[in-house]
């Protein structure tokens, strides 16, 4: 059923507002947002929160059109959308002269991501200016794309789940356009790179790297299919439904450029990707004396190669370990398990180098010294419970239920605050 958004006295299933609910109940809410999803509404109103019920499908409701009918327009005149809590955040920003601020929160897969970017979007279309403003807007919408490559991943309930937390500020001059804007991104998943569960893959960046490098790169780089690395044939999952490996490096690729990496430095982000693939075919066994040895010591040549060190000095790193005091320096060798706890250290250490890296490149691109306004919008882990928790999903669930609390909090007082003016 495609839906044809008119205006808001159109009869339509179920309330658009639920505070009109005749029975305010857990189960009035849910048969609610139940009857709207059936009928393909996917948002409703709670006062000013807006719900958003993922519909795991491409709506026809995010046009120039709709665009156009949100904007400026008063939150009653149409339909609940996200376009429509994105322009009364832009709007409340010029009028009131006031930061502003959007958090998303909700379960993993649930679409937070995608709401996300749909209201980047939506201010990036309706702020105006001109040539720098436009390189501004194309470097905060194209930076979606890249730290996805780098921080998403496909997980058992989302095939592009965020990995990790960011909160985008996007600042603006008096007059309402950007000339400006800063990331700062938290608690990556950087466990990811070395193990997951079955039927998850690593971020996306190297399947995209392994499917759309050209044979050039696979011959500078040493590239495989992605059976070929242990870090990637673990989970035994390669390929996502609906995603173009290919097609999507290409974007990663553009996403690069208009950032503002240059040649060099995409060139040295791709070998570190190498880099750790083939750290992760580095293999030890016991010699001797019951310590670590590498495997196969030609295992070594290539990454060493790929991170531009001596492969002797990388199997000492690998394999040993310096304590040191105020007095004396002392080397220890490590046996077979913490010699892989080595590798993997260095393999997430680096990727989490990288991704910092590539977060501040994005900052450097927005950085502007002019005074004005800023909206900003959260999108983090969404609540997550699997078969096996780990300590990120502890601190995935625990920020949650904090920024909850928040939630609750600051809509409490806003009512508060309505009843003191509006007895």
Not at 48 to 72: H, R
Not at 77 to 87: F, G, R, T, V
Not at 250 to 270: C, D, F, P, R, W
Request: proline letters at 2%; hydrophobic letters at 40%; a negative charge.
């Amino acid at each position: 059923m495609v839906y044809h958004w008119q205006s808001h006295n159109v009869k339509t299933a179920g309330v658009d507002d639920m505070v009109l609910l005749s029975r305010v109940t857990e189960d009035e809410i849910v048969s609610n947002l139940r009857k709207r999803y059936l009928d393909d509404q996917i948002f409703t109103y709670i006062g000013p929160v807006l719900v958003s019920v993922n519909p795991f499908k491409t709506m026809p409701y995010f046009t120039d059109k709709e665009i156009e009918l949100y904007q400026g327009a008063a939150s009653y005149e149409n339909q609940p959308h996200i376009y429509a809590l994105a322009d009364n955040m832009y709007r409340n920003m010029l009028i009131d002269a006031e930061n502003q601020c959007v958090i998303i929160s909700g379960e993993s897969g649930a679409g937070k991501t995608v709401a996300a970017k749909y209201i980047m979007n939506y201010i990036a279309r309706v702020s105006g200016g001109g040539d720098r403003v436009r390189h501004l807007k194309d470097v905060i919408l194209e930076s979606n794309p890249l730290l996805e490559a780098f921080g998403n991943a496909k997980s058992v309930r989302n095939n592009n789940s965020s990995r990790f937390g960011k909160y985008v500020e996007i600042q603006f001059s008096t007059g309402g356009q950007p000339v400006g804007g800063k990331i700062s991104n938290f608690l990556l998943e950087k466990s990811r790179v070395v193990m997951r569960s079955r039927q998850e893959r690593s971020f996306h960046i190297f399947y995209q790297l392994c499917a759309g490098a050209d044979s050039r790169m696979e011959e500078q780089l040493g590239l495989a299919t992605p059976e070929n690395y242990a870090y990637l044939s673990q989970s035994g999952t390669y390929t996502v439904e609906g995603t173009n490996d290919i097609q999507e490096f290409q974007e990663t690729m553009k996403a690069m450029s208009v950032v503002g990496l240059s040649a060099q430095e995409q060139q040295n982000i791709l070998q570190l990707v190498s880099a750790i693939l083939h750290l992760g075919n580095i293999s030890f066994a016991e010699d001797r004396s019951n310590f670590a040895s590498v495997h196969d010591d030609r295992y070594l040549d290539f990454p060493a190669f790929l991170l531009e060190i001596d492969p002797v000095a990388l199997k000492s790193k690998l394999t040993g370990r310096i304590f040191e005091s105020h007095r004396e320096k002392v080397n220890m060798t490590l046996n077979v398990e913490q010699a892989c706890y080595s590798r993997d250290a260095l393999a997430k250490g680096l990727y989490s180098r990288m991704f910092d890296f590539l977060v501040q490149k994005v900052n450097i691109a927005m950085v502007t010294t002019t005074q004005g306004y800023s909206t900003g919008i959260l999108d983090i882990y969404g609540f997550e419970i699997f078969e096996k928790n780990g300590f990120e999903q502890f601190c995935i669930n625990f920020v949650n239920e904090k920024l909850q609390q928040i939630f609750i909090e600051l809509t409490l007082k806003a009512e508060q605050v309505g009843q003191t003016f509006f007895p």
